[in-house]
């Protein structure tokens, strides 16, 4: 195993304890179950928080498919916010897809949004190249409506054990391999006609024959 194979699976081993939180963050970032610090990435600006921040990478390395952004998203002000872009240095813009699939992604006041996972608004890189590599940690900026950019350092991760229910829902499938073509009923040459050169049942040189005679 590589070594950021091994960076990318001690990351993904520290941080998933504090991720479990987002199964509860539609309570609110003051929920009794988000009391527990995240070990992955967090931040506030003005009214906005961004708290499990991760990139969720294909679980497979040599795979070509998207990658993801998944983060909770919380805002304590008074007035909505559109999240209006999502930018992973190097990687550029994120595609962002809101639950229903249009219109922009909007965090209700007093309320929060989760990216990432069946059921939620989504963030996906289409192509992502090979600066986002396992392990390693990738500055991502959310750029909000009112509150303007908030940015923060997210590990990268893929998306095995825990993290398979927030990575990619566009993952190839493993490839199979073809059978062996079959081989035809009917072979060529088949031997149901008579062979050349075999002797007629009215030979001219038939012995009983010339005895007779």
Do not use: H
Request: with cysteine.
């Amino acid at each position: 195993m590589s070594s950021s194979l091994r960076r990318g699976t001690l990351a993904a081993a520290v941080i998933a304890f504090s991720f479990a939180s987002l199964a509860a963050c539609a309570a609110g970032s003051d929920a009794q179950t988000l009391e527990v610090k995240p070990d992955n990435a967090a931040t506030s600006v003005g009214d906005i928080k961004v708290q499990n921040a991760l990139v969720i990478t294909q679980p497979d390395v040599k795979a070509t498919g998207p990658a993801v952004v998944s983060a909770t998203l919380f805002n304590n002000g008074t007035t909505a916010q559109t999240l209006d872009s999502i930018n992973v240095e190097g990687e550029g813009t994120a595609q962002i897809t809101p639950v229903g699939g249009k219109g922009k992604l909007t965090v209700p006041a007093g309320g929060s949004v989760v990216i990432g996972g069946k059921g939620n608004a989504s963030a996906a890189l289409s192509s992502p190249s090979q600066t986002v590599l396992n392990g390693s940690v990738q500055k991502v900026t959310f750029a909000f409506s009112e509150t303007g950019d908030v940015s923060l350092s997210a590990y990268v991760v893929p998306a095995e054990s825990y993290f398979s229910k927030w990575g990619p829902s566009d993952i190839p499938a493993a490839p199979t391999s073809s059978p062996a073509t079959a081989p035809s009923a009917s072979i060529t040459g088949s031997p149901s006609a008579p062979a050349s050169g075999q002797p007629s049942n009215s030979a001219s040189a038939n012995p009983s024959a010339s005895a007779s005679q």
